[in-house]
C-alpha cells in the first residue's frame, strides 16, 4: 500500500511562490516516475509536472515551464514543486501521484499512474 502526503499549499498573491512537498511510504518510492497534478473547480485534472525515478528526466506542461520546477529526494522519499511567478490562472488542488510503471515511458495522463495523494489547495489572488 502506497500513501502520499502534499502539503505546503496556501493563498498567495499574484507573483508570489510556494514549494509543495509530497512525502511517500509503502511501495519503494525510489524507483517509479511521479508526478504532479491540478484541477480546478468544474475542469479535468490535468498534469503539471513529472520526474523520472532518478530525477534525471523531467516533464513540464506548456502552462508552467520556466515557473515551476519538480524535483525528489529519494533519501527522504520525497518529491517537491517549486512554483514561482504564479498565477491566478494556477488557482487548483494540486495532487502528487506515483506512477505505475518505473520506466519513463508515458508520464502526462492520470492513466499513468496509480496512487494519489489528498491534495493541496493552491489559491493565487490577483
Known amino acids: 500500500q502506497v500513501h502520499l502526503v502534499e502539503s505546503g499549499g496556501g493563498l498567495v498573491q499574484a507573483g508570489g511562490s510556494l514549494r509543495l512537498s509530497c512525502a511517500g511510504s509503502g511501495r519503494t518510492f525510489s524507483t517509479y516516475v511521479m508526478g504532479w497534478f491540478r484541477q480546478a473547480p468544474g475542469k479535468e485534472r490535468d498534469v503539471v509536472a513529472a520526474?523520472?525515478?532518478?530525477?534525471?528526466?523531467?516533464y513540464y506542461a506548456d502552462s508552467v515551464k520556466g515557473r515551476f520546477t519538480i524535483s525528489r529526494d529519494n533519501a527522504k522519499n520525497t518529491m517537491y514543486l517549486q512554483m514561482n511567478s504564479l498565477k491566478p490562472e494556477d488557482t487548483a488542488v494540486y495532487y502528487c501521484?506515483?506512477?505505475?510503471?518505473?520506466?519513463?515511458?508515458?508520464?502526462?495522463?492520470?492513466?499513468?499512474?496509480?496512487?494519489w495523494g489528498q491534495g493541496t489547495q493552491v489559491t493565487v489572488s490577483s
Open positions: 501521484a506515483q506512477g505505475r510503471t518505473t520506466g519513463w515511458g508515458t508520464y502526462s495522463t492520470v492513466g499513468d499512474y496509480d496512487y
Open positions: 520526474i523520472s525515478w532518478r530525477g534525471q528526466n523531467t
